[in-house]
């Protein structure tokens, strides 16, 4: 079956602005199999109800002879009365979350009980010891051993190493913290189960989009089930990925894959991110609420909004006094802007620094921030055949390319056809068979590089290239949509597209592999490493509250910016073995 790749962009370029009224294309002769093929379309969205109905969360009065459980359903009954459509119950914060029209909700304010109703906001993704197998929920026993090539840039900057490979020889040091027994839970897209680095930490999960126990990051887009862009696995695997547990990488890159933060955590998954990464507060609220249930010991999130919820806030204030150490990032914007939950102050606020550890201009700022992490060009696992690495080969050279996005994987050599602008299928001239070749197409034209892949396919390319028109590089295209008659497709730079103009009627190879490792960016990346530090500290002295580990972490982290604690930095870059030795000083005894 053929399958295409979302590389998750925000907003992926086109060739340009479409020509206006440009006149319709005259029925041209197309290859077999060919005749019905049209553009995708992208569906009308359904958020907005037809009713008017809007999704709220509503904090009642709860009623002093009854349990929380027993409050919450019969006021659940009272607001379905007035024709509230209830989707969540929250007991512990008296909260319910429903779908109301205008009149159900005027009906509401009216209502002695009722104590405020709030919008439910959307949420978006912010991205830019020894084993005891009695305890070990995992699937598989974690790896011990692997190598230090799996050992990144964000992992040697918060220390990580020093605490569990002392002696840098690529496996745990026997008795050394590594995060075992320590649940951490990751509230963010969902994962993919089929990746080997997680296998050993995944303990379970819940889907709050679906319904069900299996959170995995896919959905549905236009009737098309497809994987989204892999941001709950890449955040979950900066913490939780395993030694020596690689999938497919890059050529020349570590085949081992990369190492967590805290590579024996145990992992929990709550996805309440969508394959766009958009979700809403009832959802965060109830993923915070399983993760108490569950008992875990850090709450990572990489998400949140610009706007606060009383109801999200009492939330995380009743997750803290559960013993839960909440953990998120603080936005993209770059602005002294404050976003939540990383605004609350039972919430650690994570921001962003680059390899110089130089503060990321896309951080958002502000007295908020607690502490920052590694977040630019910071490799991690993605869903697998995620990551497409495109690679054209013609006369003996290799040419790199950046495959475009919703592209098919796979390999195709042929003879290369030059396409011009690609605006029709007859653009391919003569050199064109039904039995395939390969379209050289320039960008450009005012024409959408979806129309110019279909014109091509339609005349009988097996896979297509875009040659850039710019010096601008050779990638950020989209195909638009998702379709299952996409080719491989990938694009080159200006200058290789000179080149391979020159090579015409020889042939080429196109080769789109979809990796299972990404580089990416944003303070989404940042929060996961934090989030790592506090399993390590806390698996060296499990004694600690979450208020104690959380002092433990700010006072150990590596001063940046103005001294002390400022609106860029927070306290600092968290540290590791800093973060460990304090612990351990900090312990009751007896000493671990």
Request: proline share 6%.
């Amino acid at each position: 079956m053929k399958r295409w790749v979302w590389l998750g962009l925000l907003g992926g370029a086109v060739a340009c602005t479409k020509v206006p009224e440009r006149p319709p294309v005259e029925t041209e002769d197309v290859c077999p199999g060919t005749e019905e093929m049209s553009l995708p379309t992208r569906s009308q969205s359904s958020l907005d109800a037809e009713d008017g109905s809007e999704s709220v969360l509503i904090t009642f009065r709860p009623r002093v002879s009854a349990s929380a459980m027993a409050s919450t359903d019969a006021f659940a009954e009272d607001a379905r009365r007035v024709g509230a459509h209830v989707s969540h119950r929250f007991p512990r914060i008296n909260t319910i979350a429903a779908n109301v029209t205008p009149e159900a909700r005027a009906a509401l304010a009216n209502n002695p009980d009722v104590l405020r109703v709030e919008l439910n906001r959307p949420v978006h993704a912010f991205g830019m010891p020894s084993l005891s197998p009695s305890l070990w929920q995992g699937a598989l026993p974690p790896n011990t051993r692997g190598s230090t090539g799996e050992y990144t840039d964000g992992l040697k900057a918060v220390q990580a190493p020093q605490v569990w490979d002392a002696n840098g020889d690529g496996e745990l040091d026997v008795g050394a913290p590594s995060g075992t027994n320590i649940k951490v839970c990751i509230i963010d897209s969902g994962w993919d189960s089929r990746h080997p680095e997680l296998a050993a930490a995944y303990i379970g999960g819940k889907d709050f989009l679906d319904g069900d126990d299996e959170p995995l990051d896919q959905g549905k887009v236009d009737g098309v089930l497809q994987w989204g862009g892999g941001h709950g696995m890449h955040t979950a695997a900066t913490i939780a990925a395993q030694l020596g547990a690689g999938a497919h990488v890059r050529p020349g890159e570590e085949p081992n894959g990369v190492a967590g933060v805290a590579p024996t955590v145990s992992l929990l998954v709550a996805r309440v991110l969508n394959v766009n990464g958009d979700g809403n507060t009832a959802n965060v609220i109830a993923a915070i609420d399983w993760c108490v249930s569950q008992g875990a010991n850090i709450a990572s999130l990489s998400l949140g909004s610009v706007a606060d919820s009383d109801a999200e806030k009492l939330a995380f204030e009743k997750a803290q006094e559960a013993g839960v150490l909440a953990i998120a990032a603080t936005g993209n914007r770059g602005t002294n802007e404050t976003s939540y939950p990383a605004g609350y102050d039972t919430v650690i606020a994570v921001g962003a620094v680059d390899s110089n550890s130089a503060w990321a201009p896309f951080s958002q700022y502000g007295d908020f921030v607690s502490l920052v992490g590694p977040g630019v060009g910071v490799l991690s696992a993605t869903i697998v055949g995620g990551a497409p690495y495109g690679d054209v080969q013609a006369a003996g050279t290799r040419y790199a390319s950046e495959p475009l996005e919703y592209t098919a994987v796979g390999v195709y050599t042929g003879k290369m056809v030059y396409c011009g602008l690609g605006e029709r299928v007859s653009s391919c001239g003569q050199g064109a068979t039904c039995d395939g070749f390969v379209a050289l197409v320039d960008r450009g034209g005012g024409i959408l590089f979806q129309e110019k892949a279909r014109n091509a396919i339609r005349a009988g390319a097996k896979a297509i290239i875009i040659g850039n028109n710019t010096t601008e590089g050779g990638g950020g295209f989209t195909l638009t949509d998702p379709a299952e008659y996409w080719v491989p497709t990938t694009a080159v730079t200006l200058a290789s597209t000179n080149t391979l103009k020159g090579l015409a009627g020889q042939d080429v190879t196109v080769d789109v592999s979809g990796l299972d490792y990404l580089r990416q960016s944003g303070t989404s990346m940042a929060t996961p490493h934090v989030a790592g530090v506090a399993a390590l500290a806390w698996s060296a002295c499990p004694a600690l509250t979450n208020v104690q580990l959380r002092a433990v972490l700010q006072e150990s982290a590596h001063d940046l910016g103005d001294t002390g604690k400022d609106q860029k930095f927070g306290y600092g870059l968290v540290q590791a073995k800093a973060a460990v030795d304090l612990a351990k000083l900090r312990c009751p005894s007896p000493a671990p």
